[in-house]
């Protein structure tokens, strides 16, 4: 099955500084890598996602890179604010051919914002 | 309406008990999900079902058993559970490959 790697575990940064997180996965069949935002006590919140036939996609701040070569995929969050304080997972879906699949994650990164 | 909704939100339950966890949304798509998120851990698959049939189930014990009623709820019966299936348990659901929308949960601790 599918193994999605993601790294640091935490993160500390300045606010408004960049912050960037970076994930690897293993299956070269899985094509589509969405990032999730989850605050204490919350659901995860889709902040943006990615298909396998794009190498970069953005949305204000944020920003997702792909190197479908290398299997890899960053999220890139610029101009930190203190709400950008929460837990951060990467995932990746290998297609079953069944049309719906469930997503891998990471292991998540806790980003926190220093005032 | 643009949300998955679950209930209930808190269940405590007994290890000899039956429950149910319900999950609904009204936004057409016709693929749902049942995930376990334990502390600390990310979500971690459970089953999926499109089209109202079950597609995917990830080796789950045969203590949760899911329901898909129709296109917009999905159930999962829970009997006979161990202290270690205390978790939260997420909702999600999407059109067939499209982006997956997660409820808020159901946190439940078994005794």
């Known amino acids: 099955g599918e193994n999605v790697e993601q790294h640091p575990s935490t993160l500390s940064v300045q606010e408004g500084d960049s912050a960037v997180i970076k994930c690897t996965y293993s299956?070269?069949?899985?094509?589509?890598f969405p990032w999730y935002k989850q605050e204490l006590g919350k659901r995860p919140q889709l902040i943006i996602d990615i298909r396998s036939n794009v190498g970069e996609k953005k949305d204000q701040r944020i920003a997702v890179t792909l190197n479908k070569t290398a299997k890899h995929f960053s999220l890139h969050i610029t101009e930190t604010q203190p709400e950008d304080s929460a837990v951060y997972f990467c995932?990746?879906?290998?297609?079953?051919?069944?049309?719906?699949?469930?997503?891998?994650f990471g292991k998540g990164t806790h980003l926190i914002i220093q005032p | 309406d643009t949300e998955v909704t679950q209930t209930p939100k808190h269940l405590v339950m007994g290890m000899t008990n039956k429950k149910s966890l319900k999950c609904e949304q009204h936004?057409?798509?016709?693929?749902m999900y049942w995930y376990k998120q334990k502390a600390k851990k990310p979500p971690e698959l459970m089953f999926v079902?499109?089209?109202?049939?079950?597609?995917i189930n990830e080796s789950v014990p045969s203590r949760f058993s899911p329901e898909c009623p129709n296109s917009s709820l999905l159930n999962l019966h829970l009997h006979a559970l161990q202290p270690e299936d205390s978790a939260l348990y997420l909702c999600?659901?999407?059109?067939?490959?499209?982006?997956?929308?997660f409820g808020p949960g159901t946190r439940l601790l078994v005794l």
């Open positions: 995932a990746a879906r290998r297609p079953s051919g069944g049309g719906a699949d469930g997503l891998t």
């Open positions: 936004m057409g798509h016709r693929a």
């Open positions: 999600a659901s999407s059109q067939a490959e499209g982006a997956q929308y």
């Open positions: 079902y499109s089209y109202e049939k079950l597609s």
């Open positions: 299956d070269s069949a899985s094509n589509y």
